[in-house]
């Protein structure tokens, strides 16, 4: 969860009070897990319905193709946003995985929520 310092410079969360924030992640039943570098935050072949949102950290969205060649196809930071059903969709033989590049925190949220609030 991040501070009242750090919401104020959230640009997803800009113009949100404290107070509702909390409010929202209760509301969204919004669950935060922190990663070590390295570790791989989401793959989109076995992710489900959830949207993560980096709340600290940075991480990069990767593509491995069916040969084991990784391109880096964003860098994300605080305040980025990934999932699958915000993805396109790609060659079925690839696979996308949003990686750390430092520690991270993100923030998960079922897409349902988002949508039926």
């Known amino acids: 969860m991040l501070s009242k310092e750090e919401l ?5 969360f800009e ?3 404290y107070e509702n924030y909390l409010a929202m992640l209760n509301c969204f039943q919004a669950v935060q897990k922190s990663y070590r570098p390295e570790e791989v935050v989401y793959d ?3 992710a489900g319905e959830q949207v993560g949102i980096l ?3 940075e991480a990069s969205l ?3 193709d069916e040969d084991g060649v990784s391109t880096v196809l964003e860098n994300l ?3 980025n946003v990934f999932g699958r059903s915000l993805a396109f969709s790609g060659d079925v033989s690839d696979s996308l995985e ?3 590049r430092t520690a991270c925190d ?3 949220i079922d897409f349902p929520h988002i949508l039926k609030r």
């Open 8 to 12: 104020e410079g959230s640009p997803i």
């Open 15 to 17: 113009g949100i009070s």
């Open 44 to 46: 989109f072949s076995r």
């Open 55 to 57: 709340e600290r950290g």
């Open 62 to 64: 990767i593509r491995i």
């Open 77 to 79: 930071t605080a305040g």
């Open 98 to 100: 949003v990686v750390c």
């Open 106 to 108: 993100v923030l998960y």
